[in-house]
Protein backbone atom coordinates (compact mmCIF):
# COMPACT_ATOMS: atom_id res chain seq x y z
CA UNK A 1 0.00 0.00 0.00
CA UNK A 2 1.35 3.59 -1.14
CA UNK A 3 0.41 6.63 0.71
CA UNK A 4 0.22 9.99 -0.81
CA UNK A 5 0.79 13.22 0.88
CA UNK A 6 0.57 16.30 -1.04
CA UNK A 7 0.69 19.89 0.44
CA UNK A 8 1.13 23.50 -1.11
CA UNK A 9 -1.97 24.88 -2.42
CA UNK A 10 -3.96 27.70 -1.80
CA UNK A 11 -4.88 31.20 -3.15
CA UNK A 12 -2.88 33.50 -5.61
CA UNK A 13 -3.26 36.35 -7.80
CA UNK A 14 -2.73 36.37 -11.40
CA UNK A 15 0.90 36.29 -11.65
CA UNK A 16 2.05 34.80 -8.85
CA UNK A 17 3.49 31.65 -7.88
CA UNK A 18 3.57 28.49 -5.33
CA UNK A 19 5.17 25.04 -4.94
CA UNK A 20 3.46 21.73 -4.68
CA UNK A 21 5.07 18.99 -2.63
CA UNK A 22 4.04 15.25 -2.83
CA UNK A 23 5.33 12.61 -0.45
CA UNK A 24 4.86 8.92 -0.82
CA UNK A 25 5.13 6.75 2.00
CA UNK A 26 4.43 2.29 1.95
CA UNK A 27 5.49 0.39 -0.66
CA UNK A 28 7.08 2.36 -3.09
CA UNK A 29 10.35 0.12 -4.71
CA UNK A 30 8.44 0.24 -7.89
CA UNK A 31 7.59 3.67 -8.30
CA UNK A 32 8.67 4.48 -11.90
CA UNK A 33 6.77 7.59 -13.21
CA UNK A 34 5.69 10.34 -10.67
CA UNK A 35 3.37 13.86 -11.83
CA UNK A 36 0.78 16.00 -10.94
CA UNK A 37 -2.56 16.03 -12.62
CA UNK A 38 -5.29 18.71 -12.07
CA UNK A 39 -9.02 18.63 -12.51
CA UNK A 40 -11.27 21.78 -12.69
CA UNK A 41 -14.81 21.71 -11.95
CA UNK A 42 -16.83 20.11 -14.88
CA UNK A 43 -14.21 18.90 -16.39
CA UNK A 44 -12.32 15.49 -16.59
CA UNK A 45 -8.94 15.35 -15.14
CA UNK A 46 -5.49 16.08 -17.28
CA UNK A 47 -2.07 15.43 -16.84
CA UNK A 48 0.17 18.86 -16.01
CA UNK A 49 3.29 17.55 -15.54
CA UNK A 50 5.04 14.09 -15.36
CA UNK A 51 8.34 13.29 -14.74
CA UNK A 52 10.33 9.54 -14.88
CA UNK A 53 12.97 7.71 -12.62
CA UNK A 54 15.74 9.06 -14.88
CA UNK A 55 14.93 12.33 -14.80
CA UNK A 56 12.83 13.01 -18.01
CA UNK A 57 9.96 15.03 -17.64
CA UNK A 58 7.15 16.09 -20.26
CA UNK A 59 4.46 18.94 -19.84
CA UNK A 60 1.34 19.96 -21.11
CA UNK A 61 1.21 22.49 -23.63
CA UNK A 62 -0.56 24.83 -21.57
CA UNK A 63 2.20 24.97 -19.02
CA UNK A 64 5.29 24.56 -20.84
CA UNK A 65 7.74 27.57 -19.71
CA UNK A 66 5.47 28.60 -16.28
CA UNK A 67 6.14 25.06 -14.65
CA UNK A 68 8.82 22.99 -13.38
CA UNK A 69 8.55 19.21 -12.09
CA UNK A 70 11.15 17.88 -10.25
CA UNK A 71 11.63 14.86 -8.02
CA UNK A 72 13.76 13.98 -4.71
CA UNK A 73 14.33 10.09 -4.70
CA UNK A 74 15.70 9.86 -0.97
CA UNK A 75 12.41 11.40 -0.36
CA UNK A 76 10.62 10.10 -2.17
CA UNK A 77 8.51 13.38 -3.17
CA UNK A 78 7.87 15.26 -5.83
CA UNK A 79 7.41 18.81 -6.84
CA UNK A 80 5.62 21.23 -8.77
CA UNK A 81 7.18 24.60 -8.80
CA UNK A 82 4.14 27.27 -10.87
CA UNK A 83 4.83 30.47 -11.49
CA UNK A 84 3.32 33.07 -13.45
CA UNK A 85 -0.39 31.62 -13.12
CA UNK A 86 -2.84 32.52 -14.63
CA UNK A 87 -6.75 31.91 -13.42
CA UNK A 88 -7.36 29.13 -16.09
CA UNK A 89 -4.81 26.79 -13.62
CA UNK A 90 -7.32 26.86 -11.30
CA UNK A 91 -8.21 23.69 -10.40
CA UNK A 92 -7.37 21.06 -7.66
CA UNK A 93 -4.43 19.47 -8.33
CA UNK A 94 -3.63 15.41 -7.80
CA UNK A 95 0.20 13.95 -6.99
CA UNK A 96 0.21 10.39 -9.15
CA UNK A 97 2.69 7.89 -8.93
CA UNK A 98 2.73 4.89 -11.50
CA UNK A 99 3.81 1.41 -10.10
CA UNK A 100 5.37 0.22 -12.93
CA UNK A 101 5.45 -3.66 -11.07
CA UNK A 102 1.79 -3.56 -10.32
CA UNK A 103 0.93 -1.73 -13.22
CA UNK A 104 -1.08 0.73 -11.08
CA UNK A 105 -1.10 4.08 -10.46
CA UNK A 106 -1.66 5.73 -7.06
CA UNK A 107 -3.30 8.99 -6.05
CA UNK A 108 -3.10 11.88 -3.53
CA UNK A 109 -5.93 13.39 -2.18
CA UNK A 110 -5.95 16.79 -3.95
CA UNK A 111 -4.92 19.95 -3.18
CA UNK A 112 -6.77 23.38 -4.23
CA UNK A 113 -5.13 25.31 -6.13
CA UNK A 114 -7.39 28.97 -7.04
CA UNK A 115 -5.96 31.91 -8.84
CA UNK A 116 -7.91 34.53 -9.02
CA UNK A 117 -7.67 38.84 -8.13
Known sequence: QVQLVESGGGL???GGSLRLSCTASGSISSITIMG???Q????????VAIIQS????TYADSV???FTISRDNVKN??????SSLKPDDTAVYYCGMYNSYLKTTYWGQGTQVTVSS
Open 40 to 47: APGKQRDM
Open 64 to 66: KGR
Open 36 to 38: WYR
Open 54 to 57: GGIS
Open 77 to 82: TVYLQM
Open 12 to 14: VQP
